[in-house]
């Protein structure tokens, strides 16, 4: 039996994608000019009325001319609207995340209520596996990209790279090619061009798809963790009784969501199990410091008697 052509896997994929999570009527598109978001693009418009924003992060020389390329290409596709969104790129987190930021905000500005389709493929699903073994920064990260975390939708998950770029030469698309995506700077270009072939060499191929279903397994046991945990109230004070008689990854996972809740931000697997060690190691240990976005204090977890608690002290001038 002949196998489906690109264009039919990546319809064939979308289809099962909103049919499974019941996305109807409009929605956007998250458009760079790139193969796997032009391949997403085409097939999307070919479905339903599809808005494509292009988000031009002015990071390269010409990148307005890049955008302006992508939207007309979207509307030659059949969208029915296509927008370039100009933004700001910060330096918090490194130029990949500031620009990370950057993107799914104007994304969430312009999408208008409508769900968001990313053109994140299986090969992307690997290389974030990798970065969050790499940081160990435990299962949450390891899991890689939810598929369905509305708006933001990753329909192509499944398919290989190789596959968006086949679809765009069906259809005779000349899609853009990001110099970054060439350069040794970037975490991801090294770990595309030089790590996973050198995986699949030693372990004989297939190393992609089993990353992917290690994110997929770890998911689903993330989920079911976070879930149990949910059930668990927390206070502004938290009782080390309610945690003490709990699973180690089921107690991390309420002072997690109790940090958060007090004003916590970008935590750290290393952060939580510092907090964790106030009720499973306790020895009269000082408080712990967890980043928050405030810029005039520093937050503390500590423990006082037999409840943990969170406060401020103000950062020096």
């Not at 952060?271 to 306790?282: F, G, N, Y």
Request: contains cysteine; hydrophobic residues 45%; glycine residues 10%.
């Amino acid at each position: 039996m002949d196998r489906p052509s690109a264009v039919a896997q990546l319809r064939a994929a979308l289809g099962r994608f909103a049919a499974e999570h019941g996305l109807d009527g409009h929605w956007c598109v998250a458009l760079s000019g790139g193969p796997d978001s032009l391949a997403l693009t085409a097939v999307a418009a070919a479905l339903r009325p599809t808005t494509a924003v292009i988000v031009d992060h002015r990071l390269q020389a010409g990148s307005h001319t890049v955008a302006a390329a992508a939207r007309d290409q979207a509307l030659a596709l059949g969208c029915v609207a296509a927008q370039v969104v100009p933004v700001e790129v910060g330096v918090d987190g490194g130029p990949e995340a500031a620009a990370r930021a950057a993107r799914y905000a104007a994304l969430e500005q312009a999408r208008d209520g409508a769900p968001v389709l990313l053109g994140h493929t299986l090969d992307d699903q690997a290389e974030t596996v990798l970065m969050g073994l790499g940081r160990g920064s435990g299962a949450r990260s390891i899991a890689g990209m939810v598929p369905y975390d509305a708006p933001w939708c990753r329909p192509l998950l499944g398919v290989r790279r190789s596959v968006t770029h086949a679809a765009c030469a069906e259809l005779a698309l000349t899609p853009w090619r990001d110099p970054h995506n060439d350069d040794p700077r970037f975490t991801r270009v090294r770990l595309r061009a030089e790590v996973l072939p050198l995986l699949d060499e030693v372990l004989h191929g297939g190393v992609a798809e089993a990353l992917a279903r290690t994110a997929a397994a770890l998911r689903e046991d993330t989920d079911a963790l976070d879930a149990i945990a949910a059930d668990v109230p927390v206070e502004t004070e938290l009782p080390v009784a309610t945690l003490t008689g709990l699973p180690a990854a089921v107690r991390r996972r309420v002072i997690r969501r109790w940090l958060l809740d007090g004003g916590a931000a970008g935590l750290s697997d290393g952060q939580i199990r510092s907090v964790d060690a106030l009720v499973s190691a306790w020895r009269g240990q000082g408080g712990v410091a967890v980043p928050s976005a405030a810029t005039r204090s520093r937050l503390f977890a500590g423990r006082r008697g037999e409840v943990l608690t969170l406060y401020r002290e103000p950062v020096a001038d």
